[in-house]
C-alpha cells in the first residue's frame, strides 16, 4: 500500500507562486500516471495536471500556461509548481498515483488565493 503526502499548500495573494508535493512512501519510477487534482468547497475534485512514467505532462485548460508539473523519481516526489495564482485556484489539491487498477491518493494540501 502506497503511501502519499502532500505539503507546499499555503495563503498566498493573486499572482504569487506556491510548489506543492508529493512524496510517495514507495518507489514511484513505475507509477504510470501522476497526477494532481483539486477540490474546493462545494465542488467536486477537478483534475488539474498528470505526469506519464515517461515524462510527457497534460494540463487542464484553466491552469496551462501556469502550472508545471514534474517529477523526481528519485526522491520519489511529484511537484506541481504554480505561478500566476488566482483566487479561483483556492482548494484542496490532491495527489494521485495510478497504474494499472491501482489508485492511490493523498490526504491533500490546501491553497488559498487572496485577492
Known amino acids: 500500500q502506497m503511501q502519499l503526502v502532500e505539503s507546499g499548500g499555503g495563503l498566498v495573494q493573486a499572482g504569487g507562486s506556491l510548489r506543492l508535493s508529493c512524496t510517495a512512501s514507495?518507489?514511484?519510477?513505475?507509477?504510470?500516471?501522476m497526477s494532481w487534482y483539486r477540490q474546493a468547497p462545494g465542488d467536486q475534485r477537478g483534475w488539474v495536471a498528470t505526469?506519464?512514467?515517461?515524462?510527457?505532462?497534460n494540463y487542464a485548460d484553466s491552469v496551462k500556461g501556469r502550472f508545471t508539473i514534474s517529477r523526481d523519481n528519485v526522491k520519489n516526489t511529484v511537484y506541481l509548481q504554480t505561478s500566476s495564482l488566482k483566487p479561483e485556484d483556492t482548494s484542496v489539491y490532491y495527489c494521485?498515483?495510478?497504474?494499472?487498477?491501482?489508485?492511490?491518493w493523498g490526504q491533500g494540501t490546501q491553497v488559498t488565493v487572496s485577492s
Open positions: 505526469i506519464t512514467s515517461d515524462g510527457s505532462t
Open positions: 514507495g518507489s514511484i519510477s513505475s507509477i504510470h500516471f
Open positions: 494521485n498515483a495510478a497504474t494499472g487498477l491501482t489508485r492511490y
